[in-house]
């Protein structure tokens, strides 16, 4: 066994490198959090890493190409470097399973996202053995909540509600992959909530692919809006949003959890996918537009401010001009602020792959640019709505390049709206985490500008997030802080909220 393969783990470093989802981003949270439990480091960003880990998506097109040339290109990397380390996880990991290492053999470890908590023993296993470990599991071994989780920010946070999904649209590899819907007790998201609270997080995210059915392994329909209600009463919790829901499983009762809680923000992403009843058939997702349409009207009946975004695939096999077209009036109707739209490409094991009437990529690049065109149009109408309002909002600390140039900082509205804001001459500048209180005074397709005139159309309001930020810096700049703090937490703490 050579030095570099006995190197004690505190000494190393890492680097984790994500794709796709929303899912990926708060897992590999808890991979880092596991990671440096265990007394890995940060790499620098010039560095070279001791460890490199993919946490990959099986969903996006050519994920399976882009993942084996970022591995060749670190085999160069890692020869130059006896004792560095590649782990692959995630989605991609799931699927291929063995294939990884037959394709790219100086790959270490893979692992699949039933088994995170397991990478850093494979690790020092593979270490120890000098040869790739692979290590998957068919279904959920810890739920992911339950690891540690370092978090990215210091003022939001994500929650694991559930894991899997049920359903079985026919373009998503979720199901084969994640596995049927686990549902976690509310006790323990509430603990979590609590606990992110107690970090100085004031934004929590409820996750799962599939919020609406949460409670069906114990059999409460009314589940996920009871633990929106629940998470009202968290003291200190300011922003509650969640995601994904599904129409065909949303309920009255959740639209009255959300506009009966106030933290609970007016912001809805409901996934439409098409607006031809016949296209959402052969999708099998058992709503119809009709239905989508009708819950949007409610939504807004009772939370009029609401800004609701979406999910849209274009060219599903079989899709006709007018399937398209029924498409572009849901999206009319709908008055979306924002849509993800996706040009339909074949996914190797979902049903949809194996359909016939593959519509030309040609076809579906024009109907493409004409859904995005159409949605602009409407994102630009439905921001200039906002212009003369007063936004309360969420400072972040992704500023950007422009933000630079401009000297405008960066927050978010409460329905989720970026905002880019200037501070008039003399006032306090907000930390990351604070609150302020501008009036909206430009307007994009997906973003709004507040530009106020003088302090007295400038209010800040600190809260426990900036001094959350606060002491993240301190920490990171080595000054210390006579405040303890979480750099880890630990998912499962100790105190319990009961629901
Ligand atoms: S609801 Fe459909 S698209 Fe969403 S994860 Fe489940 S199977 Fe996939």
């Given at each position: 066994m050579t030095q570099a393969a006995i190197a004690p783990t505190t000494q190393?470093?890492?680097?984790?490198?994500?794709?796709?989802?929303?899912?990926?981003?708060h897992d590999s949270e808890r991979i880092s959090g596991l990671l440096e439990e265990r007394g890995y480091t940060v790499a620098d960003a010039e560095a070279t890493p001791d460890l490199v880990v993919f946490n990959t998506c099986a969903v996006r097109e050519n994920a399976a190409n882009k993942l084996y040339g970022h591995l060749g290109n670190l085999k160069v990397v890692k020869d130059e470097h006896p004792g560095m380390q590649i782990a692959v996880g995630g989605c991609l990991a799931q699927k291929d399973q063995d294939s990884i290492v037959e394709r790219a053999p100086w790959v270490d470890v893979v692992f699949g996202t039933h088994n995170i908590g397991s990478l850093p023993v494979l690790l020092e296993r593979s270490r120890h053995n000098e040869s790739a470990q692979v290590e998957l599991l068919e279904a959920l071994e810890t739920f992911p909540s339950t690891l540690p989780t370092k978090r990215e920010s210091s003022y939001s946070g994500w929650v694991s509600i559930s894991v899997g999904c049920n359903n079985t649209c026919t373009f998503c590899i979720?199901?084969?992959?994640?596995?049927?819907?686990?549902?976690r007790r509310p006790g323990d998201i509430l603990s979590e909530v609590q606990a992110l609270v107690d970090d100085g997080a004031v934004e929590v995210t409820l996750l799962g692919?599939?919020?609406?059915?949460?409670?069906?392994?114990?059999?409460?329909?009314?589940?996920?809006?009871?633990?929106?209600?629940?998470?009202g009463d968290i003291e200190g919790l300011e922003r509650v949003r969640f995601t994904s829901p599904h129409?065909?499983?949303?309920?009255?009762?959740?639209?009255?959890?959300?506009?009966?809680?106030?933290?609970?923000?007016?912001?809805l992403h409901m996934p439409l996918q098409s607006g031809s009843d016949t296209i959402l058939k052969a999708m099998r997702r058992s709503y119809r537009s009709k239905r989508f349409l009708g819950i949007l009207d409610k939504v807004r009946e009772r939370i009029p401010h609401a800004a609701v975004t979406t999910d849209i695939i274009v060219g599903f096999p079989g899709e006709?001009?007018?399937?398209?077209?029924?498409?572009?009036?849901?999206?009319e109707a709908s008055r979306f602020s924002m849509a993800y739209t996706f040009q339909y490409s074949q996914r190797a094991g979902t049903p949809a792959a194996e359909m016939g009437d593959q519509i030309p990529k040609e076809v579906v690049q024009e109907r493409f640019e004409r859904l995005v065109a159409l949605q602009d149009r409407i994102a630009a109408e439905e921001s200039a709505k906002r212009v003369g309002t007063e936004q309360e909002v969420l400072v972040t600390n992704d500023t950007g390049a422009r933000g630079e140039q401009t000297g405008r900082l960066t927050g978010r509205a409460p329905d989720n709206r970026l905002v880019h804001f200037s501070l008039p001459h003399g006032v306090e500048t907000p930390r990351p985490g604070d609150f302020v209180t501008v009036p909206i005074t430009e307007a994009y397709s997906y973003h709004l500008i507040a530009d106020p005139t003088s302090a007295e159309e400038y209010c800040v309001r600190r809260s426990r997030a900036g001094d959350a930020w606060d002491r993240r810096q301190a920490e990171s700049c080595g000054t210390g802080s006579s405040v303890p703090t979480a750099g880890v937490n630990l998912g499962l703490p100790s105190l319990r909220v009961d629901a």
């Amino acid at each position: 066994m050579t030095q570099a393969a006995i190197a004690p783990t505190t000494q190393r470093s890492y680097e984790i490198r994500t794709f796709g989802c929303q899912m990926n981003v708060h897992d590999s949270e808890r991979i880092s959090g596991l990671l440096e439990e265990r007394g890995y480091t940060v790499a620098d960003a010039e560095a070279t890493p001791d460890l490199v880990v993919f946490n990959t998506c099986a969903v996006r097109e050519n994920a399976a190409n882009k993942l084996y040339g970022h591995l060749g290109n670190l085999k160069v990397v890692k020869d130059e470097h006896p004792g560095m380390q590649i782990a692959v996880g995630g989605c991609l990991a799931q699927k291929d399973q063995d294939s990884i290492v037959e394709r790219a053999p100086w790959v270490d470890v893979v692992f699949g996202t039933h088994n995170i908590g397991s990478l850093p023993v494979l690790l020092e296993r593979s270490r120890h053995n000098e040869s790739a470990q692979v290590e998957l599991l068919e279904a959920l071994e810890t739920f992911p909540s339950t690891l540690p989780t370092k978090r990215e920010s210091s003022y939001s946070g994500w929650v694991s509600i559930s894991v899997g999904c049920n359903n079985t649209c026919t373009f998503c590899i979720v199901p084969s992959l994640r596995g049927k819907e686990k549902d976690r007790r509310p006790g323990d998201i509430l603990s979590e909530v609590q606990a992110l609270v107690d970090d100085g997080a004031v934004e929590v995210t409820l996750l799962g692919q599939n919020v609406n059915t949460y409670g069906v392994e114990f059999r409460d329909r009314q589940a996920f809006s009871k633990l929106l209600r629940a998470t009202g009463d968290i003291e200190g919790l300011e922003r509650v949003r969640f995601t994904s829901p599904h129409p065909a499983s949303f309920t009255e009762d959740v639209i009255d959890a959300m506009a009966e809680t106030p933290n609970v923000m007016p912001q809805l992403h409901m996934p439409l996918q098409s607006g031809s009843d016949t296209i959402l058939k052969a999708m099998r997702r058992s709503y119809r537009s009709k239905r989508f349409l009708g819950i949007l009207d409610k939504v807004r009946e009772r939370i009029p401010h609401a800004a609701v975004t979406t999910d849209i695939i274009v060219g599903f096999p079989g899709e006709t001009e007018e399937d398209f077209q029924q498409t572009l009036d849901v999206v009319e109707a709908s008055r979306f602020s924002m849509a993800y739209t996706f040009q339909y490409s074949q996914r190797a094991g979902t049903p949809a792959a194996e359909m016939g009437d593959q519509i030309p990529k040609e076809v579906v690049q024009e109907r493409f640019e004409r859904l995005v065109a159409l949605q602009d149009r409407i994102a630009a109408e439905e921001s200039a709505k906002r212009v003369g309002t007063e936004q309360e909002v969420l400072v972040t600390n992704d500023t950007g390049a422009r933000g630079e140039q401009t000297g405008r900082l960066t927050g978010r509205a409460p329905d989720n709206r970026l905002v880019h804001f200037s501070l008039p001459h003399g006032v306090e500048t907000p930390r990351p985490g604070d609150f302020v209180t501008v009036p909206i005074t430009e307007a994009y397709s997906y973003h709004l500008i507040a530009d106020p005139t003088s302090a007295e159309e400038y209010c800040v309001r600190r809260s426990r997030a900036g001094d959350a930020w606060d002491r993240r810096q301190a920490e990171s700049c080595g000054t210390g802080s006579s405040v303890p703090t979480a750099g880890v937490n630990l998912g499962l703490p100790s105190l319990r909220v009961d629901a």
